[in-house]
């Protein structure tokens, strides 16, 4: 029995029987007098704040072992900040007299989690060479650019990192050799290959894995206000100043009434636009079946009514 499993015992012992003797609670957990004295003061020392007694439980000290290892997997590993910042967020919560949160043993802690991490990499991937079964993966690939570029490449559903690599450049050719290193051992199956439509991937999910290259949705997104909303806004612009115009100069109502008909028909064509862009956000994902998300999209934008070529013609009607 280690040390917190003996303080464990004792403050049990000493919540179930109440106020009494130390050579009763020593009867009682089978341990020395002297020893439950001096766990004893170690409790009532720590005992300085209302929640101190949570934490003496075996439930609260669970719980304190996963919002350390939580939190430094959370913020340490994934967020990049460091321990001493972690320890004063440690300090403020008052817990330090209950678990080790000095910055070193918060560094010996994250250590430990990167140790085990790559271990379970290593497991999965002699698991993977041992299965007899054609494994699919739905895979991601990007380049990130701090200060040498890092090529990446994980499956969405499992956010498992096959490629995480550091290279001089981001061309065809450095993806090929680096993916084929992560999957040629693995005999993986690529389902698909999300991605910012970058040539060399493209062309590394069309030719090497065979697959289907599928582009993200924020750039489809992109592509779509570059052509649509960019229209839409500049006849709204237009209609506004032309609006201004025969206003100043006095024009006749009929004419007035049409621009801003016009213009509440520009504004409907913006509000369907914009609900059909929610739509697409919402319906789409990557881990989708392809077919399904083209059929989703096909349902997100069946009834939409944009037609910035219809309020350009009435625009022009309206101005002879």
Same mark, same amino acid.
């Given at each position: 029995?280690?040390?917190?499993?003996?303080?464990?015992?004792?403050?049990?012992?000493?919540?179930?029987?109440?106020?009494?003797?130390?050579?009763?609670?020593?009867?009682?957990?089978?341990?020395?007098?002297?020893?439950?004295?001096?766990?004893?003061?170690?409790?009532?020392?720590?005992?300085?704040?209302?929640?101190?007694?949570?934490?003496?439980? =075996?439930?609260?000290?669970?719980?304190?072992?996963?919002?350390?290892?939580?939190?430094?997997?959370?913020?340490?590993?994934?967020?990049?900040?460091?321990?001493?910042?972690?320890?004063?967020?440690?300090?403020?919560?008052?817990?330090?007299?209950?678990?080790?949160?000095?910055?070193?043993?918060?560094?010996?802690?994250?250590?430990?989690?990167?140790?085990?991490?790559?271990?379970?990499?290593?497991?999965?991937?002699?698991?993977?060479?041992?299965?007899?079964?054609?494994?699919?993966?739905?895979?991601?690939?990007?380049?990130?650019?701090?200060?040498?570029?890092?090529?990446?490449?994980?499956?969405?559903?499992?956010?498992?990192?096959?490629?995480?690599?550091?290279?001089?450049?981001?061309?065809?050719?450095?993806?090929? =050799?680096?993916?084929?290193?992560?999957?040629?051992?693995?005999?993986?199956?690529?389902?698909?290959?999300?991605?910012?439509?970058?040539?060399?991937?493209?062309?590394?999910?069309?030719?090497?894995?065979?697959?289907?290259?599928?582009?993200?949705?924020?750039?489809?997104?992109?592509?779509?206000?570059?052509?649509?909303?960019? =229209?839409?806004?500049?006849?709204?612009?237009?209609?506004?100043?032309?609006?201004?115009?025969?206003?100043?100069?006095?024009?006749?109502?009929?004419?007035?009434?049409?621009?801003?008909?016009?213009?509440?028909?520009?504004?409907?064509?913006?509000?369907?636009?914009?609900?059909?862009?929610?739509?697409?956000?919402?319906?789409?994902?990557?881990?989708?079946?392809?077919?399904?998300?083209?059929?989703?999209?096909?349902?997100?934008?069946?009834?939409?009514?944009?037609?910035?070529?219809?309020?350009?013609?009435?625009?022009?009607?309206?101005?002879?």
């Amino acid at each position: 029995m280690n040390l917190r499993q003996r303080c464990q015992t004792v403050f049990k012992a000493g919540y179930e029987f109440g106020q009494t003797s130390f050579r009763h609670l020593a009867q009682k957990t089978k341990l020395s007098k002297s020893s439950v004295h001096r766990i004893y003061q170690r409790i009532a020392r720590r005992n300085q704040h209302p929640e101190s007694s949570l934490w003496e439980t =075996e439930e609260g000290q669970n719980w304190l072992r996963l919002l350390v290892l939580a939190t430094i997997f959370v913020f340490a590993l994934q967020g990049g900040i460091g321990c001493e910042r972690l320890s004063q967020f440690f300090h403020l919560l008052r817990l330090q007299r209950h678990i080790g949160v000095s910055p070193t043993a918060l560094r010996s802690l994250r250590s430990q989690i990167e140790s085990k991490i790559l271990d379970y990499q290593q497991h999965q991937e002699q698991k993977l060479q041992t299965n007899s079964s054609e494994v699919e993966v739905c895979a991601a690939a990007d380049e990130t650019f701090f200060d040498r570029v890092i090529l990446v490449l994980l499956d969405l559903p499992s956010g498992y990192i096959f490629v995480e690599e550091l290279t001089e450049d981001c061309q065809y050719e450095t993806w090929q =050799e680096k993916v084929t290193q992560a999957f040629q051992p693995l005999g993986l199956k690529v389902k698909y290959l999300v991605s910012d439509r970058a040539k060399a991937i493209v062309k590394l999910a069309l030719k090497d894995l065979g697959t289907a290259s599928i582009a993200d949705l924020f750039h489809v997104l992109y592509n779509l206000n570059r052509s649509l909303a960019l =229209e839409l806004n500049c006849l709204g612009a237009k209609l506004q100043k032309q609006l201004k115009m025969e206003k100043e100069k006095g024009a006749e109502p009929e004419l007035i009434a049409q621009i801003e008909t016009n213009q509440r028909l520009l504004q409907q064509s913006r509000l369907t636009y914009d609900n059909c862009c929610h739509r697409l956000s919402t319906c789409l994902h990557p881990l989708a079946q392809t077919r399904e998300s083209t059929s989703n999209y096909r349902n997100c934008c069946d009834g939409a009514s944009i037609a910035p070529s219809s309020a350009s013609n009435s625009q022009t009607d309206s101005s002879a």
